[in-house]
């Protein structure tokens, strides 16, 4: 990332990450990846009646480079798969990704040739939003939801040790025995 | 293409496309004098509707040449149906074209009714529902139409306008049907569950707010001079054109041409009902506008009539034959929806011949006689049709679908080449396609 990430102490970084955790989770760029029905709830979340501009994200992002945050609206099939992830890797990083909807999420009712079971075996997936289509309220839920976990990431080698924390209870959860 | 190089073997790269086909793209163009320019828009892009793509030549700011790339959102859904039962079958096909999913699966089981001989057996009242929720449904659809074709021109207000109005109405939906989209709600035979309590007054306060926000909608938009520089004379496309690329829909009597099938091949009683069918002469991407504007009015009063016959109450609202019907009316339990406890006690405490039935028809469904049969319904955007095709059993054997955002989407090019590159994103939006349908 940036030069953020080369400060020294501990300290001094513990700071330095909560002011950029409280910045990246206040105004995260959207990329407008609607799909498929998602889309639709997606737009819906960002109509007046449900309101993203209360999290500062209403400006969705046309262009990839200038988004941060991939919310992947939809079945993602086959043909679509090498498109999807270009746009993940033209955005900037630190970026993050939810897949909404069951499709999204694991391929959903549409387990057969055309449709890619999971977007997570083509891009890393932050949070995962069930339903078909999940409510405009069970988006906003997961994007709260990232937030957290956007304001509590760590910096530089803290980072690190985060995301081996992160994998080691995932594993345990996974399996349920001590690595 | 010329007829040798049809003949030999096509390659086709991940993404679907000839890679040799952009090779000779590239090297026709560098001989060339022209100064032209090949551009890519989409699959990935804000205003093609989904994931529609486009491949233009461009000669300056002329769009010489438009070709469309589909598939990107290709799900399989007829294969899939071939491996469910007829009933399951609705819960696919209402994920086709996710802005009118009541259209697909009343399409879907008018193909199955009359492959069933049942047409004539169906409820009055399930008829009525049907038509209500069709034409609630197509407004919504026609919300979103102008909502995007707003959103594309860069006016977010009538976006939010009209996801304003449609969000009343996926209220009500979700009164109904229990979910916002895809519904599942219409099954062959009739319609899954009767209206709930208070509906019938929820569904007459929607029609005055709809009616508000139509107003509101056509306010912003029929008189706004940017709009009409915008749309006027753009994207036209005449009646013979219309007719000759298979367009229907609001494109067709945009055109001047008052085909409606609601009108002219009459389905679940649309003979009953007194309603207009809407025609601009302009074929151009405003008459297309006003086409769906006053389409939205004339869906209002069909959902009054529908009030009035639905308000006299009773009735049932699935087929008496127990061969096909749901063996149960569902109820609402503390833990969602399901069948009634009455029910449940008498398969499970009375009456061993009911439990046996129940289960038959619940995991392996019903037959269906061997033969095909095709039905049709006028969706928002135009001709929905429906291709049923069974071999006795219990699962279809083939279901296709005519799709009209598949046959519209043809006419892209005939509306965008000599225009200019601006055009061809209002061609699209007026167009309203919707890639979910396309591709399925």
Known sequence: ?179 | MTSETAQEPQYFSITGADPREWEDMIAAAAESDEDRLVINMGPHHPSTHGVLRLVLTLDGETVEEARLGIGYLHTGIEKNMEYRTWTQGVTFCTRMDYLMPLFNETAYCLAVEKLLGITDQIPERAQVIRVMMMELNRISSHLVAIATFGLELGATTVMTNGFLSRERILETFELITGVRMNHGYIRPGGVVQDLPPGSITRVRELVAETRDGIGRLAKLLNANPVFLARTRDVAYLDIRGSVTLGVTGPLLRAAGLPWDLRKSQPYCGYETYDFAVPVQHSGDAYGRHLVRMAEMTESLNIVEQCLDRLAAGGGPVMIDDKKIGWPAQLALGPDGLGNSEQHIADIMGSSMEALIHHFKLVTEGFRVPAGEAYASVESPRGELGVHVVSDGGTRPYRVHFRDPSFANLQAIPAMCEGGQLGDVIVAVASLDPLMGGVDR
């Open chain 1, 1 to 179: 990332m940036g030069i953020e990430e080369h400060l020294p102490g501990d300290f001094f970084l513990s700071r330095v990450e909560q002011l950029a955790g409280w910045a990246r989770s206040s105004s995260l760029w959207p990329a407008t990846f609607g799909l498929a029905c998602c889309a639709i709830e997606m737009m819906a979340a960002g109509g007046p009646r449900h309101d993203l501009a209360r999290f500062g994200m209403e400006r969705f992002s046309a262009t990839p480079r200038q988004a941060d945050l991939l919310i992947v609206a939809g079945r993602l099939s086959q043909k679509m798969a090498p498109v999807i992830r270009q746009v993940y890797d033209q955005m900037a990083g630190p970026k993050w990704v939810i897949a909404m909807g069951v499709c999204a999420a694991s391929g959903g009712m549409f387990n057969n040739y055309a449709v890619v079971q999971g977007v997570d075996k083509i891009i890393p997936v932050d949070m995962y939003v069930p339903g078909c289509p999940p409510r405009p309220e069970m988006l906003l839920d997961g994007i709260v939801k990232l937030h957290d976990r956007i304001r509590s990431e760590r910096l530089g080698h803290r980072r690190v040790e985060q995301l081996d924390e992160r994998e080691a209870a995932a594993l345990q959860g996974a399996s349920g025995v001590k690595r």
